[in-house]
């Protein structure tokens, strides 16, 4: 089942002469449970697509469907809601916030719904990533590979429809980024939940179902 399609995708920066196009006419689709990698040299429009499939960034011209939804169709405030049920966010730089502790961090975008937290989900998620010992510990608290492991709790919570990881291990030494990977496909295979990354690692790119080339805004191949 297609869970993700993207129809004529364009982003442009700058007018006249300072014209740049991050993004040419992209389209592709992606299924429900699929485990998606994202290739490309640096400035190739990676990040910039990661960005407007997660509703952080509006493209110029094209669409975006999750679950045969418009998202761009949506008004400011739709969106928002849209995107924290439905799309998980990771970064390379975690995001966390800084005063609250790992409970808090991984809870904080089902607070954001105003819903009440699932104290069984939010138990097994902790257990599986390993954190049991570590829920009232700040970020400042925590190594590398353990906050990420937070942010992935924090993209899970919600059970969102999509994951997208902009370069999840790119901050990471080689035992903690194949430990988080090992996480994502843990994630994806047990919840169903699709998985998109971006990565410029080869060796992670091959684990995924498929491989995405992004070269100069375009799509080399997929």
Do not use: C, W
Request: net charge positive; glycine share 8%; proline share 3%.
């Amino acid at each position: 089942m297609e869970i993700l399609r993207v129809e004529n995708l364009s982003k442009i920066y700058g007018k006249g002469e300072t014209v740049v196009k991050a993004l040419n006419d992209i389209s592709f689709s992606v299924k429900k449970g699929e485990f998606v990698a994202i290739i490309g040299p640096s400035g190739s429009g990676k990040s910039t697509m990661l960005h407007i499939l997660g509703g952080v960034d509006k493209p110029t011209n094209g669409k975006v469907y999750i679950n045969n939804t418009d998202i761009y169709s949506l008004n400011n405030n739709d969106l928002a809601i849209f995107r924290r049920r439905n799309i998980g966010l990771i970064y390379q730089f975690y995001n966390l916030i800084p005063i609250l502790n790992v409970e808090e961090n991984i809870s904080l975008p089902v607070l954001l719904d105003g819903k009440k937290i699932d104290e069984q989900k939010l138990k097994e998620i902790v257990k599986s990533l390993g954190l049991e010992n570590r829920i009232k510990h700040l970020p400042n608290q925590l190594s590398g590979g353990q906050q990420q492991r937070v942010a992935i709790g924090r993209s899970l919570i919600n059970e969102p429809a999509i994951i997208l990881a902009d370069e999840p291990t790119g901050n990471l030494d080689t035992k903690n980024s194949k430990e988080i990977l090992e996480l994502l496909k843990f994630s994806n295979k047990k919840y169903e939940q699709t998985l998109i990354m971006i990565t410029h690692d080869s060796n992670i790119a091959k684990e995924a179902d498929r491989i995405i080339k992004i070269e100069d805004g375009k799509i080399a191949n997929a």
